[in-house]
């Protein structure tokens, strides 16, 4: 079964950190890319940080300096470190996998992230 379960949501002050993980099932992580999206309450869902089979990250400007997003290939687990935390970063965050020979996506349940000031 495809499986994308997200974990290490919570509550923190702004300035604090979080670290997310996702543990994906072997047959979407293995060669595929990985990414985190977020959601905030009347917004529309936005990538927040991708990562290739091969390493290479891109990030969306807001998180740049402040977010790192890691995978571990032999656990099949993506990472995303989130440090200097902003009230503006609570969002539901929802890990990605894009199978690109079949322009498919996998998401995860979400896990929610809330900063306050």
């Known amino acids: 079964q495809v499986q994308l379960v997200e974990s290490g949501g919570g509550l923190v002050q702004a300035g604090g950190s979080l670290r997310l993980s996702c543990a994906a099932s072997g047959s979407i992580f293995s060669g595929n890319n990985m990414g985190w999206y977020r959601q905030a309450p009347g917004k529309q869902r936005e990538l927040v940080a991708a990562i290739t089979s091969g390493g290479s990250t891109n990030y969306a400007d807001s998180v740049k300096g402040r977010f790192t997003i890691s995978r571990d290939n032999a656990k099949n687990t993506v990472y995303l470190q989130m440090n200097s935390l902003k009230p503006e970063d609570t969002a539901v965050y929802y890990c990605?996998?894009?199978?690109?020979?079949?322009?498919?996506?996998?998401w995860g349940q979400g896990t929610q992230v809330t900063v306050s000031s």
């Open positions: 990605n996998a894009y199978i690109a020979a079949v322009s498919y996506h996998y």
